[in-house]
């Protein structure tokens, strides 16, 4: 048996040690193959996998992993399943939970993202408990992900969901694919919007647009 299989069994090994539970529950990840896969990369940029401080970290990886793609074949829309109704001749105006914080893996480097979530929408019959918002940005950020996409499925599965008359999905996020590599801008940031029903029109949105930008003033 080589060296690099010997450890290969020992990080394996490491990787079916009983897994934080919360991340157990939420993934079906497959952690041996990442510990293994994890073990290979250490050998092939030259490092000793056995050495101090090395010898976990196939399994932490796994461990990681299993959290940040936790939602990779995921219905992000159960966590909008259980509506309520708006009472009969009721109305109600636009839902506006801002300030959600959320982090991705760009699926082009694997290199982390992370931002905040805005999100708006006008209620027409159902509206959702605001807990949910937040668990809906988490699963369908919890995969590979690229920001323009992940903007566009919340808005979506909003829709599906809740019919609402209008949706407003505000993103804002710092890439590690831009701060860490390339051309490493440590300051640069990227917006993305998506819009559906009534707040696709500019003037509809103009008003939330001003929210948005306030919570944003504040935090600086």
């Known amino acids: 048996m080589t060296h690099g299989e010997h450890t290969a069994d020992d990080a394996v090994a490491a ?15 497959d ?32 461990d990681a992993y299993a959290e940040f793609f936790g ?5 992000a829309g159960v966590h909008l399943a259980r509506p309520i109704p708006i ?12 300030d959600i914080a959320f982090r991705s893996v760009c699926e082009h480097h694997l290199l982390p993202f992370l931002g905040t979530a805005h999100i708006a929408y006008l209620p ?18 919890s995969r ?16 599906e969901r809740l019919a609402p008359r209008g949706v407003l999905v505000v993103l804002q996020a710092a890439h590690g ?17 998506a819009s ?7 003037a509809a949105r103009a008003e939330l647009m001003v929210l948005i930008g306030a919570s944003a003033d504040q935090a600086g």
């Open 87 to 98: 009472e009969e001749g009721a109305t109600s105006d636009v839902v506006l939970v801002r």
């Open 31 to 62: 952690r041996e193959r990442i510990a293994a896969a994890v073990l290979e990369i250490l050998e092939a940029i030259g490092e000793d996998p056995s050495r101090d401080g090395l010898s976990d970290t196939p399994s932490r990886v796994a």
């Open 71 to 75: 939602g990779v074949g995921q219905d």
């Open 15 to 29: 990787a079916q040690a009983e897994p934080d539970q919360a991340s157990a529950s939420r993934s079906s990840v």
């Open 196 to 202: 559906r029903g009534a707040l696709a029109d500019p």
């Open 177 to 193: 694919c831009v701060s860490m590599r390339g051309s490493r801008q440590l300051t640069s940031t990227t917006v993305t919007i």
């Open 124 to 141: 027409d019959e159902l509206v959702i408990g605001l807990g949910a918002l937040p668990k809906l940005v988490d699963t369908l950020a």
């Open 144 to 159: 590979p992900q690229v920001q323009e996409r992940l903007s566009e499925q919340i808005a979506d599965t909003l829709v």
